[in-house]
């Protein structure tokens, strides 16, 4: 794929003139820092959050599949955003805090939301619920079910990604329960 060459100027948000000059449309661009795709692919900055990010297809299956946006930007944007996560976020904050103090009370890790929102699930889904959602989704995306198929391959990694996240979270539940 070519890309367009990089410019030094990354406002946020990123609007900008995308493709030749007398191109009258403009694109939004990838959220991801330094990517000069157009970013038509929505993800939430937080769970349940209004806000979005705008990313490439590549960038959202990144996103979905890491967590690890952060990845690549210097420290001042990351530091700038990693404060507008925390005010778009502060109340999954204050649930990771007491996150690990109940058994099974709800209380919930960000990485755990997202990973539920990832699997379309509600914050207060059972572990088996999530057994059960995994299992569907993973299925209708595995490799055996769609070889060569890059897209799901990608949410397939995804929805790895994410029952292990809850699947890690529910034994630590256990161990303290
Ligand atoms: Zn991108």
Redesign the pocket.
Known sequence: MSRAKRSLDWGFPRWRGYGSSRDAATVR????H????P?NCPAPKAPNSPERWY??????A?YNSKWDYFAGLDEAEAQARAKTERRDNSGFAEAAHYGWAGSGDGGRSADEMRALEVLGLESDASFEAVKKAWRAKAKEVHPDVRPGDADAAKAFQAFQVAYEVLRQAEERREWKG
């Open positions: 661009l990838c959220d991801r330094g990517c000069e795709d970013g990313f490439c297809e590549k960038h959202a990144e």
